[in-house]
């Protein structure tokens, strides 16, 4: 049967993104604007949470179907709060059903440690929520308990995927942990690259799915510590060359950011230098996003469209990430297109 669901439903997908300095702690869905109307608590028993966990995805799916089935409205709050998402959709691939393993599992949780001041993050806004092992500690060990009794069950897929996605990994009291958690497994590391860390450098050799997201978001040493607040360009640039040497197939498992922020980083001096250091390093993919906060999106389409004009020219291929609609990847791309025209 057709009906409206979405892949992190269907694949079971656990994104650990509580809040724990006010005191919720939750596994999601998903990072969508409406995932906080249908995550469930974390229990003291993981049981419980998984249980629960899986009869919300069922009265989502099921709701779905009926309504497929026999039309008319629903008054299923969780059932609500996903028909508001783009990503819930009629595919004819679900149900996927051949199992209901996780696929995928984000370690997000917050507040998480970082020692950069990311312009655009809300890690360094002024009312910045800091990471207190004493406070947070306790709903960490929660997440890991979760975690190693998932793990226990047997429910993890063969090709399960994690995002290590919170703060910054490589300064997390509690790293040596979620290393030992994600093992070998396919992992995909966001790190600021400040430090290279032998443990991601093991991961990225054994697992050829494995990669490191590293926004970037500059092409010269002074926009990087404009954005940044760091002077340490060429020390990021070492420990990339680091994780390529580590890295078992380094032009895909190295996947270079660019945050397009206008009038910050969106002139020429900067992409070219961005794509040449792609180039210089045969990276294949770079992803290109912009302030998920900002007001006017207009203003980050040119710098978006000059990376994927730049990028294709010298046989890169660009993703554009979510925070970028239909719409504006339609302009983005025509705007490309025609730059590439008139620099042939
Ligand atoms: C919060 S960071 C944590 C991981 C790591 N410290 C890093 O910088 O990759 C995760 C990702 O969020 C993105 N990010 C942070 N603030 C953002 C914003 N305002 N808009 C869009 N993406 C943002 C960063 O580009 C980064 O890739
Ligand atoms: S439909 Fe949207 S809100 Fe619902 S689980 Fe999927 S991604 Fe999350
Ligand atoms: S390095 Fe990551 S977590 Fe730290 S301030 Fe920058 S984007 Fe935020």
């Known amino acids: 049967m057709k009906y409206k669901s979405c892949r992190s439903l269907e694949d079971n997908y656990m994104i ?47 709701e779905s179907m ?13 059932h609500g709060a996903c028909s508001r998402c783009s990503k819930f959709c009629e595919a004819e691939g679900w149900p996927k059903g051949e199992d209901s393993k996780i696929r995928f599992i984000c370690f997000g949780v917050n507040p998480s440690p ?30 890991f308990k979760h975690i190693e009794y998932f793990k226990s069950q047997g429910i993890f897929a063969q090709n399960l995927c994690w995002d290590i996605a919170s703060g910054e990994i490589t300064v997390h009291p509690f790293r040596d942990r979620i290393y030992d958690a994600v093992g070998s497994d396919s992992a995909g590391w966001l790190t600021n690259c400040f430090l290279y860390s032998e443990r991601i450098g093991d991961n990225l050799k054994s697992n050829p799915d494995s990669y490191i997201l590293f926004s ?50 969106d002139d020429l001096k900067n992409i070219n230098a961005f794509i ?21 999106t207009n203003e980050s389409i040119r710098g978006a469209a000059l990376l994927v004009a730049y990028a294709s020219r010298n046989n890169i291929t660009t993703y554009l990430d979510e925070f970028y609609g239909l719409k504006d990847i339609e302009m983005i791309n025509i705007a490309a297109t025609e730059l590439n025209k008139k620099l042939y």
């Open 216 to 265: 970037i978001d500059a092409g010269t040493a002074k926009t990087w510590h404009k954005i940044k607040g760091t002077d340490n360009f060429l020390q990021i640039k070492d420990n990339i060359k680091k994780y390529v040497q580590a890295s078992a197939n380094p032009q895909m498992q190295i996947v270079l950011k660019y945050l397009v922020m206008p009038g910050v980083n």
């Open 66 to 78: 009926r309504i497929a089935a026999t039309g008319g409205p629903s008054d299923n709050p969780y």
């Open 114 to 143: 970082c020692q950069a001041k990311c312009i655009y993050c809300s890690q360094n806004l002024e009312n910045r929520r800091k990471f207190d092992k004493e406070r947070d500690g306790a709903g960490h060990e929660l997440v």
């Open 276 to 296: 040449q250091f792609a180039v210089d390093n045969n990276f294949k993919r770079i992803r290109v996003t912009r302030d998920r906060w900002a007001k006017n």
């Open 16 to 62: 650990f993104n509580g809040n724990l300095d006010v005191g919720t702690n939750v596994l999601s869905f998903c990072c969508a604007d409406e995932a906080s109307k249908i995550c469930v608590d974390l229990c003291d028993d993981p049981a419980q949470t998984l249980e629960n966990y899986i009869e919300r995805k069922n009265e989502i799916i099921n």
